[in-house]
Protein backbone atom coordinates (compact mmCIF):
# COMPACT_ATOMS: atom_id res chain seq x y z
CA UNK A 1 0.00 0.00 0.00
CA UNK A 2 0.98 3.31 -0.56
CA UNK A 3 3.19 4.98 1.89
CA UNK A 4 1.14 6.95 4.79
CA UNK A 5 -2.15 5.37 4.56
CA UNK A 6 -3.16 3.96 7.45
CA UNK A 7 -5.62 0.31 7.44
CA UNK A 8 -8.46 0.56 9.39
CA UNK A 9 -10.22 -2.91 8.30
CA UNK A 10 -10.48 -5.36 6.27
CA UNK A 11 -11.59 -3.20 3.38
CA UNK A 12 -10.82 0.11 5.09
CA UNK A 13 -8.47 2.46 4.44
CA UNK A 14 -7.71 5.58 5.65
CA UNK A 15 -5.70 9.14 4.69
CA UNK A 16 -4.99 10.73 8.26
CA UNK A 17 -5.17 14.84 8.36
CA UNK A 18 -1.68 15.82 7.45
CA UNK A 19 -1.43 13.26 4.52
CA UNK A 20 -1.40 16.21 2.31
CA UNK A 21 -1.09 19.82 3.94
CA UNK A 22 -4.10 21.53 4.47
CA UNK A 23 -6.49 18.75 5.03
CA UNK A 24 -9.70 19.03 7.12
CA UNK A 25 -10.62 15.83 7.77
CA UNK A 26 -9.26 12.65 6.91
CA UNK A 27 -9.83 10.56 3.28
CA UNK A 28 -11.73 7.14 3.87
CA UNK A 29 -11.60 4.74 1.16
CA UNK A 30 -12.97 1.00 0.91
CA UNK A 31 -10.89 -1.66 -0.68
CA UNK A 32 -10.00 -5.11 -0.75
CA UNK A 33 -6.56 -6.71 -0.92
CA UNK A 34 -6.87 -7.85 -4.19
CA UNK A 35 -8.43 -4.34 -5.22
CA UNK A 36 -5.20 -2.52 -3.86
CA UNK A 37 -3.53 -3.96 -7.12
CA UNK A 38 -5.17 -1.37 -9.49
CA UNK A 39 -5.24 1.93 -6.83
CA UNK A 40 -3.58 4.63 -8.52
CA UNK A 41 -1.64 6.86 -6.34
CA UNK A 42 -3.05 9.70 -8.05
CA UNK A 43 -6.96 8.92 -7.35
CA UNK A 44 -5.14 8.82 -3.64
CA UNK A 45 -3.94 12.58 -4.07
CA UNK A 46 -7.61 13.53 -5.02
CA UNK A 47 -8.91 12.01 -2.55
CA UNK A 48 -7.18 14.06 -0.11
CA UNK A 49 -7.24 17.22 -1.91
CA UNK A 50 -11.03 16.85 -1.47
CA UNK A 51 -10.40 16.95 2.19
CA UNK A 52 -9.31 20.62 2.21
CA UNK A 53 -12.33 21.86 0.84
CA UNK A 54 -14.13 24.22 2.97
CA UNK A 55 -17.05 22.89 4.71
CA UNK A 56 -16.43 19.27 4.15
CA UNK A 57 -18.20 17.07 6.61
CA UNK A 58 -16.61 13.94 8.42
CA UNK A 59 -14.56 12.52 5.67
CA UNK A 60 -13.44 12.67 2.19
CA UNK A 61 -14.88 9.17 0.94
CA UNK A 62 -14.22 6.59 -1.81
CA UNK A 63 -15.95 3.69 -3.04
CA UNK A 64 -13.81 0.40 -4.28
CA UNK A 65 -14.38 1.26 -7.62
CA UNK A 66 -12.46 4.33 -6.86
CA UNK A 67 -10.01 5.39 -9.92
CA UNK A 68 -8.53 8.93 -11.32
CA UNK A 69 -10.95 11.68 -12.64
CA UNK A 70 -11.60 15.23 -13.36
CA UNK A 71 -11.23 16.62 -9.69
CA UNK A 72 -12.46 14.13 -7.35
CA UNK A 73 -11.69 10.48 -8.10
CA UNK A 74 -14.17 8.40 -9.85
CA UNK A 75 -15.94 7.35 -7.23
CA UNK A 76 -15.91 9.72 -4.62
CA UNK A 77 -18.53 11.17 -1.93
CA UNK A 78 -18.21 14.31 0.24
CA UNK A 79 -20.72 15.78 1.88
CA UNK A 80 -20.25 19.74 2.84
CA UNK A 81 -22.50 21.76 5.09
CA UNK A 82 -25.34 23.96 3.25
CA UNK A 83 -24.16 27.57 5.13
CA UNK A 84 -20.54 27.45 5.18
CA UNK A 85 -19.50 24.71 2.75
CA UNK A 86 -19.29 24.68 -1.23
CA UNK A 87 -20.64 22.91 -4.22
CA UNK A 88 -17.93 21.82 -7.20
CA UNK A 89 -18.38 20.66 -10.77
CA UNK A 90 -15.16 18.40 -9.89
CA UNK A 91 -17.39 16.30 -7.64
CA UNK A 92 -19.97 16.05 -10.22
CA UNK A 93 -18.09 15.33 -13.69
CA UNK A 94 -18.55 16.38 -17.03
CA UNK A 95 -21.40 13.96 -17.43
CA UNK A 96 -24.44 15.45 -15.32
CA UNK A 97 -26.50 12.75 -14.01
CA UNK A 98 -24.61 10.19 -16.20
CA UNK A 99 -27.01 7.08 -14.26
CA UNK A 100 -28.39 3.56 -14.93
CA UNK A 101 -32.07 2.12 -15.28
CA UNK A 102 -32.76 -1.11 -15.72
CA UNK A 103 -36.12 -2.51 -16.74
CA UNK A 104 -37.53 -6.08 -16.39
CA UNK A 105 -39.34 -8.06 -18.85
CA UNK A 106 -41.90 -11.27 -18.76
CA UNK A 107 -39.78 -12.76 -21.94
CA UNK A 108 -37.28 -15.94 -21.18
CA UNK A 109 -34.19 -16.15 -22.81
CA UNK A 110 -35.93 -18.90 -24.87
CA UNK A 111 -38.44 -16.30 -25.93
CA UNK A 112 -35.19 -14.29 -27.73
CA UNK A 113 -35.24 -16.40 -31.01
CA UNK A 114 -34.84 -13.16 -33.11
CA UNK A 115 -32.02 -11.56 -30.78
CA UNK A 116 -30.18 -10.43 -33.52
CA UNK A 117 -32.90 -8.65 -35.33
CA UNK A 118 -34.07 -7.06 -31.81
CA UNK A 119 -30.59 -6.05 -31.32
CA UNK A 120 -30.39 -4.72 -35.00
CA UNK A 121 -34.04 -2.77 -34.47
CA UNK A 122 -32.90 -1.08 -30.91
CA UNK A 123 -29.30 -0.11 -32.61
CA UNK A 124 -31.57 1.30 -35.06
CA UNK A 125 -34.51 2.89 -32.89
CA UNK A 126 -31.68 4.36 -29.60
CA UNK A 127 -29.11 6.58 -31.76
CA UNK A 128 -25.05 5.93 -30.69
CA UNK A 129 -21.93 7.45 -30.99
CA UNK A 130 -20.25 10.97 -30.20
CA UNK A 131 -22.95 13.83 -31.44
CA UNK A 132 -25.29 11.29 -32.26
CA UNK A 133 -28.73 13.11 -33.85
CA UNK A 134 -31.80 12.37 -32.86
CA UNK A 135 -34.81 11.75 -34.86
CA UNK A 136 -37.13 13.89 -32.49
CA UNK A 137 -37.16 17.53 -33.03
CA UNK A 138 -37.44 19.58 -29.99
CA UNK A 139 -38.55 23.03 -29.49
CA UNK A 140 -37.32 25.35 -27.50
CA UNK A 141 -40.29 25.47 -25.16
CA UNK A 142 -39.91 21.75 -25.10
CA UNK A 143 -36.22 21.80 -23.96
CA UNK A 144 -37.23 24.32 -21.45
CA UNK A 145 -39.68 21.81 -19.80
CA UNK A 146 -37.07 18.99 -20.60
CA UNK A 147 -35.18 20.44 -18.46
CA UNK A 148 -37.47 21.70 -15.61
CA UNK A 149 -39.63 18.62 -15.44
CA UNK A 150 -36.99 16.23 -15.99
CA UNK A 151 -38.57 12.28 -16.73
CA UNK A 152 -42.31 13.86 -16.27
CA UNK A 153 -41.87 15.89 -19.52
CA UNK A 154 -40.95 13.09 -21.41
CA UNK A 155 -44.34 11.19 -19.60
CA UNK A 156 -46.19 13.61 -20.22
CA UNK A 157 -45.43 13.72 -23.86
CA UNK A 158 -46.09 10.45 -24.40
CA UNK A 159 -42.93 7.95 -23.79
CA UNK A 160 -43.91 6.10 -20.56
CA UNK A 161 -46.38 6.08 -17.89
CA UNK A 162 -46.59 7.13 -14.19
CA UNK A 163 -45.19 3.89 -12.42
CA UNK A 164 -41.95 5.28 -14.36
CA UNK A 165 -41.89 8.57 -12.28
CA UNK A 166 -42.31 6.46 -9.18
CA UNK A 167 -38.96 4.42 -10.03
CA UNK A 168 -36.64 7.03 -10.61
CA UNK A 169 -34.17 8.31 -7.95
CA UNK A 170 -36.35 12.27 -6.88
CA UNK A 171 -39.10 10.99 -9.08
CA UNK A 172 -37.08 11.91 -12.07
CA UNK A 173 -36.97 15.74 -11.28
CA UNK A 174 -34.63 17.97 -9.48
CA UNK A 175 -36.71 20.82 -8.34
CA UNK A 176 -34.25 23.29 -8.20
CA UNK A 177 -33.46 23.17 -11.64
CA UNK A 178 -33.22 26.59 -13.01
CA UNK A 179 -32.52 26.45 -16.81
CA UNK A 180 -31.69 30.20 -16.78
CA UNK A 181 -28.60 29.08 -16.26
CA UNK A 182 -28.18 27.02 -19.16
CA UNK A 183 -26.08 28.41 -21.88
CA UNK A 184 -27.33 29.41 -25.63
CA UNK A 185 -24.73 27.09 -26.41
CA UNK A 186 -25.54 23.77 -24.05
CA UNK A 187 -29.26 24.13 -25.45
CA UNK A 188 -28.38 24.27 -29.23
CA UNK A 189 -26.34 20.75 -27.97
CA UNK A 190 -29.23 19.55 -26.21
CA UNK A 191 -32.17 20.13 -28.79
CA UNK A 192 -31.14 17.50 -31.38
CA UNK A 193 -29.95 14.97 -28.61
CA UNK A 194 -32.67 13.80 -26.82
CA UNK A 195 -33.52 10.15 -26.64
CA UNK A 196 -29.64 9.17 -27.70
CA UNK A 197 -27.16 6.72 -26.20
CA UNK A 198 -24.34 8.72 -26.47
CA UNK A 199 -20.55 7.04 -26.81
CA UNK A 200 -17.95 6.30 -24.27
CA UNK A 201 -18.85 4.12 -21.81
CA UNK A 202 -22.97 3.95 -22.32
CA UNK A 203 -24.67 0.94 -23.75
CA UNK A 204 -28.02 -0.57 -24.15
CA UNK A 205 -27.72 -4.15 -22.82
CA UNK A 206 -30.30 -7.46 -22.98
CA UNK A 207 -29.77 -8.94 -19.73
CA UNK A 208 -31.03 -12.23 -18.17
CA UNK A 209 -31.72 -12.68 -14.08
CA UNK A 210 -28.79 -15.63 -13.67
CA UNK A 211 -28.77 -15.60 -9.77
CA UNK A 212 -30.93 -14.34 -6.84
CA UNK A 213 -29.02 -13.46 -3.50
CA UNK A 214 -32.21 -11.43 -1.87
CA UNK A 215 -35.45 -13.34 -2.03
CA UNK A 216 -37.77 -10.80 -0.78
CA UNK A 217 -36.21 -8.08 -2.11
CA UNK A 218 -35.94 -9.55 -5.57
CA UNK A 219 -39.54 -10.36 -5.23
CA UNK A 220 -40.71 -6.20 -3.92
CA UNK A 221 -38.24 -5.55 -6.38
CA UNK A 222 -40.47 -7.18 -8.97
CA UNK A 223 -37.28 -9.56 -10.24
CA UNK A 224 -36.98 -13.06 -10.64
CA UNK A 225 -34.43 -15.78 -11.88
CA UNK A 226 -34.28 -16.31 -15.59
CA UNK A 227 -36.07 -13.17 -16.38
CA UNK A 228 -34.86 -11.29 -19.30
CA UNK A 229 -34.10 -7.32 -18.51
CA UNK A 230 -33.27 -4.44 -20.14
CA UNK A 231 -30.49 -2.34 -18.99
CA UNK A 232 -29.58 1.40 -19.99
CA UNK A 233 -26.42 3.35 -18.83
CA UNK A 234 -26.27 7.10 -20.15
CA UNK A 235 -26.58 10.78 -18.92
CA UNK A 236 -27.02 14.45 -20.13
CA UNK A 237 -25.28 14.27 -23.29
CA UNK A 238 -23.72 17.54 -24.67
CA UNK A 239 -25.79 19.36 -23.02
CA UNK A 240 -24.58 18.30 -19.50
CA UNK A 241 -21.08 18.82 -20.97
CA UNK A 242 -21.55 22.24 -21.64
CA UNK A 243 -23.17 22.93 -18.88
CA UNK A 244 -20.09 21.97 -16.90
CA UNK A 245 -17.85 23.65 -19.14
CA UNK A 246 -19.40 26.85 -19.05
CA UNK A 247 -19.48 26.76 -14.81
CA UNK A 248 -16.37 26.18 -14.48
CA UNK A 249 -14.98 29.12 -15.67
CA UNK A 250 -16.98 31.25 -13.36
CA UNK A 251 -16.32 29.44 -10.60
CA UNK A 252 -12.38 29.08 -11.18
CA UNK A 253 -12.92 32.94 -10.78
CA UNK A 254 -14.69 32.51 -7.57
CA UNK A 255 -11.81 30.93 -5.77
CA UNK A 256 -10.24 33.91 -5.92
CA UNK A 257 -13.32 35.42 -5.45
CA UNK A 258 -13.83 34.31 -2.20
CA UNK A 259 -10.09 33.54 -1.22
CA UNK A 260 -10.89 29.70 -0.88
CA UNK A 261 -7.30 27.74 -0.81
CA UNK A 262 -7.26 24.47 -2.95
CA UNK A 263 -4.35 21.94 -4.07
CA UNK A 264 -6.04 21.45 -7.34
CA UNK A 265 -7.47 23.96 -9.75
CA UNK A 266 -9.91 21.03 -11.18
CA UNK A 267 -11.75 21.70 -8.03
CA UNK A 268 -13.03 25.02 -8.84
CA UNK A 269 -16.00 25.80 -6.27
CA UNK A 270 -18.02 28.39 -4.89
CA UNK A 271 -20.02 28.92 -1.41
CA UNK A 272 -22.86 26.77 -2.19
CA UNK A 273 -25.11 29.92 -1.04
CA UNK A 274 -23.16 32.60 -3.29
CA UNK A 275 -24.64 33.70 -7.02
CA UNK A 276 -21.83 31.57 -8.51
CA UNK A 277 -23.27 28.44 -6.67
CA UNK A 278 -26.47 28.77 -6.82
CA UNK A 279 -26.31 29.44 -10.52
CA UNK A 280 -23.64 26.28 -10.73
CA UNK A 281 -26.54 24.15 -9.19
CA UNK A 282 -29.32 25.33 -11.07
CA UNK A 283 -27.77 24.54 -14.45
CA UNK A 284 -26.01 21.13 -12.97
CA UNK A 285 -30.23 20.21 -11.70
CA UNK A 286 -31.23 21.41 -15.60
CA UNK A 287 -29.15 19.58 -17.14
CA UNK A 288 -29.81 16.54 -14.45
CA UNK A 289 -33.41 16.64 -15.79
CA UNK A 290 -32.54 16.80 -19.06
CA UNK A 291 -30.94 13.27 -18.51
CA UNK A 292 -33.58 11.51 -16.93
CA UNK A 293 -36.03 12.82 -19.68
CA UNK A 294 -33.26 11.36 -22.12
CA UNK A 295 -33.44 7.71 -20.14
CA UNK A 296 -37.11 8.10 -19.97
CA UNK A 297 -37.31 8.46 -23.75
CA UNK A 298 -34.63 5.64 -24.43
CA UNK A 299 -37.45 3.67 -21.90
CA UNK A 300 -39.87 4.07 -24.67
CA UNK A 301 -38.13 3.49 -27.76
CA UNK A 302 -36.89 0.02 -26.55
CA UNK A 303 -40.67 -0.81 -25.65
CA UNK A 304 -41.70 0.18 -28.40
CA UNK A 305 -39.40 -2.61 -30.20
CA UNK A 306 -40.03 -5.01 -27.59
CA UNK A 307 -43.77 -4.37 -28.10
CA UNK A 308 -43.75 -5.02 -31.82
CA UNK A 309 -40.83 -7.84 -32.23
CA UNK A 310 -41.98 -10.25 -29.17
CA UNK A 311 -45.80 -9.46 -28.66
CA UNK A 312 -45.79 -8.45 -24.92
CA UNK A 313 -47.58 -5.27 -23.66
CA UNK A 314 -46.23 -1.88 -23.39
CA UNK A 315 -46.87 -2.17 -20.21
CA UNK A 316 -45.13 -5.84 -18.99
CA UNK A 317 -42.10 -3.94 -19.07
CA UNK A 318 -41.18 -2.17 -15.66
CA UNK A 319 -38.67 0.07 -14.69
CA UNK A 320 -38.13 -1.05 -11.33
CA UNK A 321 -35.68 1.98 -10.56
CA UNK A 322 -33.36 4.31 -12.54
CA UNK A 323 -30.67 5.47 -10.42
CA UNK A 324 -27.94 8.62 -10.64
CA UNK A 325 -24.48 8.28 -10.28
CA UNK A 326 -22.84 11.89 -11.26
CA UNK A 327 -24.75 14.55 -8.73
CA UNK A 328 -24.64 17.15 -6.32
CA UNK A 329 -27.93 17.44 -4.16
CA UNK A 330 -28.80 19.16 -0.91
CA UNK A 331 -30.03 15.98 1.23
CA UNK A 332 -30.60 16.27 5.36
CA UNK A 333 -28.55 13.36 7.23
CA UNK A 334 -28.75 12.66 10.63
CA UNK A 335 -25.03 13.85 11.66
CA UNK A 336 -24.09 13.49 14.93
CA UNK A 337 -26.89 12.99 15.92
CA UNK A 338 -28.63 15.96 14.72
CA UNK A 339 -30.32 16.47 11.18
CA UNK A 340 -28.35 18.59 9.40
CA UNK A 341 -28.47 19.82 5.82
CA UNK A 342 -26.43 19.48 3.56
CA UNK A 343 -24.83 18.92 -0.18
CA UNK A 344 -23.75 15.46 -1.23
CA UNK A 345 -21.58 15.20 -3.85
CA UNK A 346 -21.57 11.81 -5.83
CA UNK A 347 -18.87 11.34 -8.32
CA UNK A 348 -19.24 7.84 -10.16
CA UNK A 349 -21.12 6.82 -6.77
CA UNK A 350 -24.76 5.93 -6.35
CA UNK A 351 -27.16 7.02 -3.47
CA UNK A 352 -28.44 3.68 -1.30
CA UNK A 353 -30.91 4.67 0.83
CA UNK A 354 -31.90 1.83 3.14
CA UNK A 355 -35.38 1.08 4.53
CA UNK A 356 -38.21 3.21 5.67
CA UNK A 357 -36.17 6.56 4.31
CA UNK A 358 -38.86 8.76 3.05
CA UNK A 359 -37.29 9.44 -0.83
CA UNK A 360 -37.55 5.48 -1.35
CA UNK A 361 -40.80 4.84 -3.17
CA UNK A 362 -43.62 3.35 -1.61
CA UNK A 363 -43.44 -0.16 -2.77
CA UNK A 364 -39.81 -0.55 -1.97
CA UNK A 365 -39.93 1.14 1.43
CA UNK A 366 -39.35 -2.11 4.14
CA UNK A 367 -36.22 -3.20 1.81
CA UNK A 368 -34.33 -0.07 0.68
CA UNK A 369 -33.52 1.69 -2.75
CA UNK A 370 -32.87 -0.21 -5.71
CA UNK A 371 -29.22 -0.22 -6.27
CA UNK A 372 -27.92 -0.67 -10.23
CA UNK A 373 -24.57 -1.47 -10.91
CA UNK A 374 -23.73 -1.87 -14.30
CA UNK A 375 -20.61 -4.36 -15.07
CA UNK A 376 -18.40 -3.88 -18.24
CA UNK A 377 -19.06 -5.19 -21.50
CA UNK A 378 -19.38 -9.18 -21.21
CA UNK A 379 -19.35 -9.26 -17.15
CA UNK A 380 -22.37 -9.63 -14.74
CA UNK A 381 -24.17 -6.51 -13.38
CA UNK A 382 -25.53 -6.43 -10.44
CA UNK A 383 -28.78 -5.44 -8.35
CA UNK A 384 -28.32 -4.07 -4.83
CA UNK A 385 -30.31 -2.54 -2.09
CA UNK A 386 -29.79 0.53 -0.24
CA UNK A 387 -28.74 0.13 4.02
CA UNK A 388 -29.09 1.72 7.03
CA UNK A 389 -25.11 0.97 7.05
CA UNK A 390 -24.83 3.46 4.07
CA UNK A 391 -26.86 6.16 5.97
CA UNK A 392 -24.53 6.17 9.04
CA UNK A 393 -21.30 6.10 7.15
CA UNK A 394 -21.65 7.10 3.75
CA UNK A 395 -24.38 9.56 2.96
CA UNK A 396 -26.12 6.85 1.92
CA UNK A 397 -23.53 6.03 -0.75
CA UNK A 398 -21.95 3.12 -2.50
CA UNK A 399 -20.10 2.55 -5.32
CA UNK A 400 -21.05 2.76 -9.00
CA UNK A 401 -19.47 0.05 -11.47
CA UNK A 402 -16.63 -1.76 -11.80
CA UNK A 403 -13.91 1.32 -12.39
CA UNK A 404 -11.06 1.35 -14.56
CA UNK A 405 -7.97 0.64 -15.01
CA UNK A 406 -6.97 1.37 -18.57
CA UNK A 407 -7.71 4.68 -19.86
CA UNK A 408 -9.46 4.59 -23.67
CA UNK A 409 -6.13 5.05 -25.21
CA UNK A 410 -4.44 2.58 -23.47
CA UNK A 411 -7.19 -0.01 -24.14
CA UNK A 412 -7.34 1.10 -27.67
CA UNK A 413 -4.02 0.18 -28.24
CA UNK A 414 -3.90 -2.81 -26.50
CA UNK A 415 -7.05 -4.52 -27.38
CA UNK A 416 -8.87 -5.13 -30.97
CA UNK A 417 -12.16 -4.48 -30.63
CA UNK A 418 -12.70 -7.53 -33.29
CA UNK A 419 -10.97 -10.02 -31.22
CA UNK A 420 -13.65 -9.01 -28.34
CA UNK A 421 -16.82 -9.17 -30.46
CA UNK A 422 -15.55 -12.55 -31.65
CA UNK A 423 -15.32 -13.97 -27.70
CA UNK A 424 -17.95 -12.58 -26.81
CA UNK A 425 -19.98 -14.10 -29.25
CA UNK A 426 -18.43 -17.32 -28.68
CA UNK A 427 -20.05 -16.89 -25.46
CA UNK A 428 -23.43 -16.11 -26.33
CA UNK A 429 -23.27 -12.69 -26.05
CA UNK A 430 -23.77 -10.12 -29.61
CA UNK A 431 -22.25 -6.93 -29.87
CA UNK A 432 -23.45 -3.95 -31.79
CA UNK A 433 -20.92 -0.71 -31.66
CA UNK A 434 -20.56 1.90 -34.07
CA UNK A 435 -16.76 0.72 -34.60
CA UNK A 436 -14.48 -1.73 -33.46
CA UNK A 437 -12.72 0.98 -31.72
CA UNK A 438 -15.89 1.73 -29.31
CA UNK A 439 -15.42 -2.15 -28.48
CA UNK A 440 -12.08 -2.70 -27.50
CA UNK A 441 -11.58 1.14 -25.31
CA UNK A 442 -14.73 -0.69 -23.55
CA UNK A 443 -13.24 -3.95 -23.41
CA UNK A 444 -14.10 -6.27 -19.80
CA UNK A 445 -9.90 -5.93 -19.54
CA UNK A 446 -10.26 -2.21 -18.85
CA UNK A 447 -11.93 -2.94 -16.06
CA UNK A 448 -12.14 -4.12 -12.41
CA UNK A 449 -13.73 -6.92 -12.08
CA UNK A 450 -17.24 -5.66 -10.95
CA UNK A 451 -18.01 -8.67 -9.00
CA UNK A 452 -14.90 -7.87 -6.30
CA UNK A 453 -16.33 -4.13 -6.59
CA UNK A 454 -19.86 -5.17 -5.08
CA UNK A 455 -18.24 -8.27 -3.11
CA UNK A 456 -17.09 -4.98 -0.90
CA UNK A 457 -19.41 -2.81 -0.66
CA UNK A 458 -21.92 -6.05 0.29
CA UNK A 459 -19.36 -7.20 3.12
CA UNK A 460 -19.51 -3.81 4.59
CA UNK A 461 -23.14 -3.41 4.24
CA UNK A 462 -22.85 -0.33 2.14
CA UNK A 463 -25.10 -1.74 0.10
CA UNK A 464 -26.18 -5.68 0.28
CA UNK A 465 -26.70 -8.11 -2.52
CA UNK A 466 -30.05 -8.78 -4.33
CA UNK A 467 -29.31 -10.22 -8.12
CA UNK A 468 -27.06 -10.85 -10.00
CA UNK A 469 -27.48 -10.16 -14.31
CA UNK A 470 -25.51 -11.60 -17.50
CA UNK A 471 -25.32 -9.83 -20.59
CA UNK A 472 -27.10 -11.67 -23.81
CA UNK A 473 -26.51 -8.49 -25.91
CA UNK A 474 -24.85 -5.29 -26.02
CA UNK A 475 -24.99 -1.84 -27.56
CA UNK A 476 -22.12 0.36 -26.94
CA UNK A 477 -22.18 4.19 -27.42
Same mark, same amino acid.
Request: glycine letters at 12%.
Given at each position: ?13 E??V???PG?? +?P?R?F??D ?8 G?LQQL ?6 P????N ?6 I ?15 YE???I /? ?8 NCGV??L ?5 P ?7 EI???L?D ?5 V??R ?6 E??L?K ?5 ARF???EG?G?S ?11 M???D ?15 S?T???G??F?E ?8 D ?5 T???E?G?VC ?8 G ?12 L?H???K?HI???D??L ?6 SP?G? #?Y ?8 N???A ?16 SGI? =??D ?5 D???N???I?E????G?T????V ?5 TR #? ?8 PA? =?T??G ?7 S??SS? =??L ?6 M?R ?14 R?QA?K ?8 E?L ?5 M???P????IA?E??D? =?????E +????V?N?G? /??? +????E??? +??K?
Amino acid at each position: MIEGVVRKGEYEWELPVGFIPGMH +VPGRFFLSDELTKTLEEGALQQLAHVATMPGIIHNSLAMPDIHWGYGFPIGGVAAFEYETGVI /SPGGVGFDINCGVRLLTTPLKPSDLAQKKEILDNLFDAVPVGVGARSSLRLSEKQLEKMMTDGARFAVAEGYGNSDDITHCEEQGRMKEADPAHVSRKARSRGVPQSGTLGAGNHFLEIQVVEEIYDEEAARTFGVEQGQVCMMVHCGSRGLGHQVCTDHLQVLEHAVSKYHIQLPDKQLACAPLTSPEGK #AYFGGMAAAANYAWANRQIITHQIRSVLTRMSGIG =YDDIRLVYDVAHNVAKIEEHEIDGKTRKVCVHRKGATR #AFGPKCPDVPAD =YTHVGQPVIIPGSMGSSS =YLLKGTDVAMNRTFGSTCHGAGRVLSRSQAKKKIQGKNIRETLGRAGIMVKAPHDGAIAEEAPDA =YKSSSE +VVSVVHNLGL /SRL +VARLEPLG +VIKG
